[in-house]
């Protein structure tokens, strides 16, 4: 109903002048290591970076 527009029409507001909306892209995962060796940091590396990155 009109309840529900209202509220989308909010939404879209906000998003649209959310600096977030506007931000380019940001590459996530950045690492320069491949295969082996990007596992072995993984293992090896600080506990919580692995459940950020799989």
Do not use: N, Q
């Amino acid at each position: 109903g009109a309840a529900e527009f209202a509220c989308f029409v909010a939404l879209v507001g906000v998003l649209y002048a959310s600096t977030a909306y506007w931000d380019p892209i940001r590459p996530y995962h950045t690492s320069k290591l491949t295969g082996k060796e990007w596992v072995d940091e993984l293992l090896e590396g600080h506990p919580d970076h692995i459940y950020t990155e799989l």
